[in-house]
Nanobody, 121 residues
Framework: VQLQASGGGLVQAGGSLRLSCAASSSTFSNFAMGWFRQAPGKEREFVAVVYWSDGTAYVAGSVKGRFTISRDNAKNTAYLQMNNLKPEDTAVYYC???????????????WGQGTKVTVSS
C-alpha cells in the first residue's frame, strides 16, 4: 500500500497550487489522510486532515482560509488546495494516512514521498 504525492512546484506569492495524494488502493477507506510540511531545518508541521469516509476536515490555523483539504473516494485521492500562497509556505509537503483523525505526526502510519513547494516573493 503506497501514497504518492504530487503537484508541487514554483509559484509566486499570491498564487495557487493543488497537491494530490494518490493511494494505491482503497485500503485507506477507514483512514484519515493528512498533509504535513517540513521546511529546511524545521520539524514536520501539521497542515490539514480529512477523514476518508465522510469528508470531515480540519485545517491548521496558520493556513485556515487559504488552504482546503478534500478527497475523491472514487479516485482514492486526497487533495490540498493552496491559495494566496506566501513565501513562508515554502516546504516539502507530505501526505500521510492514520487510523484516527489526528494532527499528531507520530500517529501517522503511512507516508508519501513528499512534493516540494517553493513560493517566491
Amino acid at each position: 500500500v503506497q501514497l504518492q504525492a504530487s503537484g508541487g512546484g514554483l509559484v509566486q506569492a499570491g498564487g495557487s497550487l493543488r497537491l494530490s495524494c494518490a493511494a494505491s488502493s482503497s485500503t485507506f477507506s477507514n483512514f484519515a489522510m493528512g498533509w504535513f510540511r517540513q521546511a529546511p531545518g524545521k520539524e514536520r508541521e501539521f497542515v490539514a486532515v480529512v477523514y476518508w469516509s465522510d469528508g470531515t476536515a480540519y485545517v491548521a490555523g496558520s493556513v485556515k482560509g487559504r488552504f482546503t483539504i478534500s478527497r475523491d473516494n472514487a479516485k482514492n485521492t486526497a487533495y490540498l488546495q493552496m491559495n494566496n500562497l506566501k513565501p513562508e509556505d515554502t516546504a516539502v509537503y507530505y501526505c500521510g494516512a492514520a487510523h484516527k483523525f489526528t494532527s499528531w505526526v507520530d500517529q501517522y502510519d503511512y507516508w508519501g514521498q513528499g512534493t516540494k513547494v517553493t513560493v517566491s516573493s
